[in-house]
């Protein structure tokens, strides 16, 4: 074996010295990871779900209610904004985005799966308009041409919504009532339910306003708008416009960037509801759980080795070696432990999403906030061990 | 005027210790275990100065303070009372960093190896090399030799788990001494040791003591290895009970051959009787003893040289000179009585003095040993 010398690696080899106990070391630091991995996933899956119908539009730009706190709360404002942001120079085109949820009960009349009237979120779009992205609804948007038909999301929940989902015949010729009034479901598509939405169903602007003509008192139900989806042409800036519209617009609307929309209202459900409470609790748990495991594992190594770290006190190593020493092991325990830890957690999230349907999807956003919980763990367990080093008597070895 | 100091006479500090510096000076120094009630004494007043270059062999039974008084030196214990020179830093009262640094020129050989498991022979050696920022070549050529001399050349990169418990050993003591420390603590280095390596360990001491001046302090109960010991330190119930420069013993016991009374004696008894001297000095004019005054001390000049003056009444005469090697005060001693003549020194001179109850005590010996032998001689004719 060379002779290579430059510091001794001592940190290291005393990690890797005894395998049997890195490897127990490893498993439970993976654990902790395992644990915060879970938090990260259900809470970006949920948030995601929440904002996956602001992902499916098309839209670069959208005009959105200022008292419309979130997608759920019906704010609307009227179309003629809609109108006057079609105009602004950059603008490519502007559309109106239509939904109702309160007014929106869907009634199953089959002869054998009968059910009551349960809510349902209706969206209605003029149907040459680019609106949606969804491939789904783009391939069958002339089936929802003839009036009083819609398509119905594949994931709306089963319990109440139960219509064959498979088959489209079939499908079709199920007897349904939409806020009282027959409705023929042509087909299926692929959004996803939310906190506020067992299933959603979309149709034609004209559908929409026979259906819900109660919406606007005295009025044509289709002159309010619940959002404005504004295409921005290819030559022009997204932000510049954004900026034109907003100055532009009259005040009743927020104007809001794709990014924008998302955060906000990600930022809802996080703040304003105890969801982000929960998930941070969970966070918390898992690293605690973790913090504990990385001091045990710390702490035995150093009092296993009490007489050599007082052998080196009495040699003349300062309180900054011991410091750094301990520092180096924890972190190379967490940067060791996260890989074991995301690998699982990958494994765990394509089974998670298999079975519940949310989008468990492993960012680098959220590996990189796992990494640095891991990092903080094992680091701050290992400042809490280091004392126990740092009593280490060298008049003891006499 | 004469200064007598808390030195033995045995501690041959004040012949030629004047040309060596002192790596180590332990002045008055007490130490105190536990709080309150259960406080305990366990050093009291202890001085001790060690020259650059010595060997030192600390004895004396187990709790008798040598451990305690090896720690204070060696910076691992904080000191509470007295003064503790290492390398000239005062170590009551010192900072941390101040300890640290002094460490660094310290070299510690424990009992138990306390090897990292994880690292090899020449890493484990290394962490002394790495704390003094030795060069890299300059380091791994030390370690080669260290562990080359103390025989473990083949197993250099070998782990702790493969070495037996006297390999172990010898790379704890290669350790405390590649990065070429001033000062050497050992405690026990050679017990685990057999008997060619443990005197390949005592003379790579001496090689560090004689061409390092590197000073040398060992607890040990090894007899093997008694005999490379500058000075032997004996510690009994948290004092130094005898500090004995081998070579100044050998000098104070031929001495002491030459006094009639003393002829007798065997060896063992003269280096006793070494023991129980102490030091006195005189400078030029100085009366060392005064005619007519009570007789307390037996003195031997070890230098200088004194005039015998005697008052007959009428007019004071000096009858003699003595000189290097020559004792006077014995006749007050042996009879009772008041000194008979006055002692002036001529010049610089140091003395070893013995109390007269050691004095009558060793007499008693001595007759003892005489009849003793004339029993011995009777009984065979």
Not at chain 1, 267 to 295: E, Q
Not at chain 2, 45 to 55: F, K, S, T
Not at chain 2, 89 to 105: F, M, P, T, V, Y
Not at chain 2, 247 to 258: A, D, K, M, P
Request: charged share 25%; with cysteine.
């Amino acid at each position: 074996m060379p002779v290579k010398l430059r510091k001794t690696p001592l940190a290291w080899k005393n990690l890797t010295h005894d395998w049997r106990r890195l490897a127990v070391a490893l498993a439970g630091i993976a654990f902790a990871v395992l644990l915060m991995f879970t938090q990260v996933g259900f809470q970006n899956a949920l948030f995601d779900s929440q904002v996956k119908v602001i992902d499916d539009l098309h839209g670069d730009i959208f005009l959105v209610s200022r008292a419309k706190y979130t997608l759920a709360a019906e704010k609307r404002f009227p179309l003629a904004l809609v109108k006057q942001a079609a105009s602004v120079p950059g603008v490519h085109g502007a559309y109106p985005f239509y939904s109702e949820l309160t007014l929106s009960r869907l009634k199953n009349l089959s002869p054998n799966r009968r059910s009551k009237a349960f809510p349902i979120r209706s969206i209605g779009i003029q149907l040459d308009d680019p609106v949606i992205d969804t491939q789904s609804i783009r391939d069958q948007i002339d089936k929802l041409r003839v009036r009083g038909t819609a398509l119905i999301d594949v994931h709306s929940r089963q319990a109440n919504f139960d219509f064959p989902r498979d088959d489209d015949k079939a499908l079709a010729a199920s007897p349904a009532e939409l806020a009282d009034k027959s409705i023929k479901l042509v087909g299926t598509f692929d959004l996803g339910t939310d906190f506020a939405h067992d299933g959603n169903l979309v149709m034609s602007a004209e559908s929409f306003a026979d259906f819900f003509p109660q919406r606007v008192p005295f009025g044509d139900p289709l002159s309010v708008v619940d959002l404005g989806i504004v295409d921005v042409s290819d030559d022009a800036d997204i932000d510049d416009v954004r900026d034109r519209l907003d100055a532009v617009i009259d005040d009743r609307v927020f104007v809001y960037t794709r990014e924008q929309f998302r955060d906000k209202e990600v930022s809802f459900w996080d703040t304003s509801t105890p969801i982000g409470i929960v998930f941070f609790a969970g966070k918390v748990i898992g690293f605690i759980v973790g913090m504990v495991i990385c001091y045990q594992v710390i702490y035995s190594d150093i009092a296993d080795h009490m007489s050599e770290f007082a052998t080196l006190k009495a040699m003349g190593y300062s309180r900054g070696y011991f410091i750094r020493l301990i520092v180096v092991e924890a972190v190379l325990l967490a940067l060791i432990g996260f890989v074991p830890g995301s690998i699982v957690s990958y494994g765990l999230y394509h089974v998670l999403a298999g079975s519940t349907g949310l989008l468990m999807r492993m960012t680098i956003p959220a590996a990189l906030t796992v990494l640095v919980l891991t990092l903080a763990m094992c680091v701050a367990s290992g400042l809490l061990a280091v004392r126990k080093l740092l009593s280490a008597d060298p008049a003891s070895l006499f | 005027m004469t200064a007598t100091s808390a030195f033995p006479a045995t501690s041959g500090m004040f012949v030629d210790g004047a040309q060596l510096p002192k790596t180590v000076k332990v002045g008055g120094v007490n130490h105190y275990f536990g709080e309150g009630e259960l406080r305990s004494q366990a050093l009291f007043d202890n001085h001790l100065e060690v020259r650059r270059g010595e060997i030192v062999i600390m004895t004396g039974p187990s709790g008798s303070g040598k451990t305690t008084l090896l720690t204070l030196i060696g910076t691992l214990r904080t000191v509470q009372e007295g003064s503790l020179k290492v390398l000239g830093n005062e170590l009551n009262g010192a900072s941390r960093d101040q300890i640290n640094k002094l460490r660094r020129d310290l070299g510690f050989i424990f009992q138990a190896h306390n090897l990292f498991g994880s690292l090899t022979a020449h890493q484990n050696v290394n962490m002394a090399c790495e704390l003094v920022e030795m060069e890299r070549k300059e380091s791994d050529r030390r370690i080669r030799m260290l562990l080359e001399r103390l025989g473990l050349g083949e197993r250099i990169n070998y782990k702790p788990d493969q070495l037996s418990g006297g390999q172990k050993q010898r790379v704890a003591v290669a350790r405390g001494l590649v990065h070429n420390p001033r000062i050497v603590l050992a405690d026990e280095p050679t017990a685990a040791l057999d008997e060619k390596s443990g005197r390949e360990v005592v003379t790579l001491f001496q090689e560090m003591a004689n061409d390092h001046g590197c000073t040398i302090i060992m607890v040990t109960h090894d007899s093997r290895i008694l005999d490379v010991a500058d000075r032997i330190v004996k510690m009994e119930g948290g004092k130094i009970k005898a500090d004995s420069a081998v070579q100044e013993t050998s000098v104070i016991c031929e001495f002491l051959r030459q006094f009639p009374l003393f002829s007798s004696l065997t060896p063992t008894t003269l280096t006793e009787v070494a023991d129980m001297m102490r030091v006195e000095t005189a400078e030029a004019g100085d009366v060392v003893i005064r005619q007519n005054d009570p007789g307390e001390l037996f003195y031997l000049i070890r230098t200088g040289a004194v005039d015998v003056v005697v008052d007959d009444g009428q007019k004071t005469r000096t009858v003699a000179e003595l000189k290097e090697g020559q004792y006077f005060g014995e006749a007050a001693l042996i009879r009772d009585e008041p000194r008979n003549a006055t002692i002036i020194a001529k010049e610089h001179s140091v003395f070893y003095t013995l109390g007269k109850a050691d004095f009558t005590r060793t007499l008693g010996r001595a007759a003892s040993f005489r009849e003793e032998i004339q029993q011995a001689l009777f009984s065979r004719s």
